[in-house]
Nanobody, 122 residues
Framework: QVQLVESGGGLVQAGGSLRLSCAAS????????MGWFRQAPGKEREFVAG????????FYANSVKGRFTISRDNAKNTLYLEMNLLKSEDTAVYYC???????????????WGQGTQVTVSS
């Protein structure tokens, strides 16, 4: 079974940066496309960024493009999200997800972490 654990969230000032990590507990990590999603209170979970299993293809939500960077280290079974120029609108619980293919659809991902809180002060 694929198990994902996010870390790196916290409180940061607007304009600052955070680096989120997602560690997979099983070796199947390298065979899955990965994605980052976020969910603010009262809102639907939304796509943030995705990356193919090989790491050669990435895709970003328009709201974060140019500010966030997704990457993965298959040897370490770890996914990353570098977040720069953070805005108060980025405040949410961020979730790591794994699936067979890289898409921006929540329903297409098979495994989810428990989330890590990111709070950006205005």
């Amino acid at each position: 079974q694929v198990q994902l654990v996010e870390s790196g969230g916290g409180l940061v000032q607007a304009g600052g940066s955070l680096r989120l990590s997602c560690a997979a507990s099983v070796r199947t990590f390298s065979n899955h496309a990965m994605g980052w999603f976020r969910q603010a209170p009262g809102k639907e979970r939304e796509f943030v960024a995705g990356i193919s299993w090989s790491g050669t293809s990435t895709f970003y939500a328009n709201s974060v493009k140019g500010r966030f960077t997704i990457s993965r280290d298959n040897a370490k079974n770890t996914l990353y999200l570098e977040m720069n120029l953070l805005k108060s609108e980025d405040t949410a619980v961020y979730y790591c997800a794994a699936g067979v293919v890289m898409t921006m659809k929540v329903s297409e991902y098979d495994y989810w972490g428990q989330g890590t809180q990111v709070t950006v002060s205005s």
